[in-house]
């Protein structure tokens, strides 16, 4: 079973918009669940004075616990997923960091036999380069989703394995910041995928994944292949399906590329579909959007993050990054969904139409999504608050 994030990786957490208030944990009954946290911890061999400074003054925090409730129904067109995180912004800063760490790369490629680009589109879709952790203190969060009673075992452990990294001398207690369900470091590994995969690369003696870009992109291939990454093999390619394709689909439903050129599928980029590589079948956007045929190694991108839209965004930055082109089919939509900096860019037009949303950061919260119903009310479309191509023209941009 994978262990799935939880999580839309850090830097979509922009994306996030609230939803639920939940109601908050009375504060006697927070303290007495954190002290028993804290016994289990220590009898399960964490130092106390470990333990004690991880845990002490937690209050009660009302995003985690609404993230943790929340998630589950949270769901995104794939084109305005697509356009936040494979957009010119994060192409340049990952070209630039394939540069800087080009000795790196290539040497972790050359061990591990995972594609550089994927690390580097991994990199990118979790942390944006790491310059973005994530806001939690993980203990504090941890213990927040435990006693609210969320999946409480599985969190439990996740807090039992990050104070052993603090305990071991990988991670220091203050570097403990990151998403709310505890992933954390350069490319937001839970703690318990961080005890099993985690790999000293600069040979410190230690496996820290929050301050090491060699540990931290070392680890990354090495869980990649763990999860089936095959060395040498890429996650898919975009094709063509035919007219009024009726035939199978799904990720793991693998046929042989020739059998896939015989039901009338080709190569988006005009090449031979032939061989007895096996790839299922993904239509992200359905029948008429953009199709793929995936390889083994796009499972362990899914197994990364369970979520197929997550896998392909990587994929397709690894692909641009090697010089790729876009896909050649059009999502089926008439109103494309917004890259960063159009986000951003979005909020200044609110701003100058008059709308009090605050500072234009590219955050999308619920005043953000207000005031885009309002402004979408007021140019006769559907008020829908999605931070959209359609309203954005409308309100100017270009
Ligand atoms: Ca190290």
Redesign the pocket.
């Known amino acids: 079973m994978p262990r799935t994030k939880f999580t839309v990786t850090v830097t979509f957490l922009a994306l996030m918009v609230a939803s639920t208030i939940s109601q908050p944990v009375e504060a006697a009954s927070l303290q007495s669940c954190v002290a028993g946290l804290k016994s289990r911890i220590i009898k399960a061999g964490v130092p106390r004075t470990v333990v004690d400074k991880a845990l002490s003054d937690v209050k009660f925090d009302e995003k985690v616990v609404r993230f943790s409730r929340s998630q589950p129904e949270f769901r995104l067109k794939i084109w305005d997923y697509m356009a936040f995180l494979v957009d010119k912004e994060r192409l340049e800063d990952g070209a630039a960091k394939l540069k800087q760490h080009d000795k790196l790369l290539r040497a972790v490629e050359k061990k591990y036999g995972v594609d550089r680009h994927i690390l580097v589109g991994l990199w990118g879709v979790e942390t944006d380069f790491g310059s973005q952790r994530g806001d939690f203190f993980i203990p504090h969060g941890l213990a927040n989703v435990i006693c609210a009673g969320r999946r409480a075992r599985f969190f439990s452990n996740e807090l039992l394995q990050t104070l052993k990294l603090v305990a071991a001398g990988d991670v220091k207690m203050e570097d403990l910041y990151g998403s709310w369900a505890g992933a954390f470091g350069q490319n937001q590994f839970l703690a318990s995928t961080y005890q099993r995969n985690a790999v000293?690369?600069?040979?410190?003696?230690?496996?820290?994944l929050v301050h090491?870009v060699?540990?931290a992109m070392a680890s990354a291939a090495n869980f990649l292949r763990k999860a089936g990454w095959s060395p040498g093999s890429s996650w898919g390619f975009e094709v063509v399906l035919p007219k009024r394709y009726r035939g199978p689909s799904g990720r793991k439903r693998r046929a042989s590329l020739s059998s896939w050129a015989k039901r009338g599928l080709k190569r988006a980029d005009g090449g031979k579909l032939q061989g007895k590589a096996k790839a299922g079948l993904l239509l992200p956007a359905g029948k008429n959007g953009p199709a793929f045929l995936v390889y083994k190694s796009f499972d362990a991108l899914f197994t990364y993050n369970a979520a197929e839209s997550y896998a392909l965004a990587i994929g397709h930055l690894a692909d641009r990054l090697k010089g790729g082109k876009p896909f050649v089919t059009p999502y089926p939509t008439d109103d494309l969904g917004l890259s960063r900096a159009q986000r951003t860019e979005l909020q200044r037009l609110l701003l100058k139409a008059g709308y009090d949303i605050g500072k234009a950061d590219g955050k999308i919260g619920p005043i953000t999504v207000k005031a885009i119903k309002d402004a979408q009310k007021k140019a006769g479309m559907k008020p829908n608050g999605r931070p959209s191509m359609k309203i954005y023209k409308a309100l100017g941009g270009e």
Not at 200 to 208: Q, V
Request: hydrophobic share 10%; charged share 60%.
């Open positions: 000293d690369f600069d040979g410190d003696g230690r496996r820290d090491s060699p540990d």
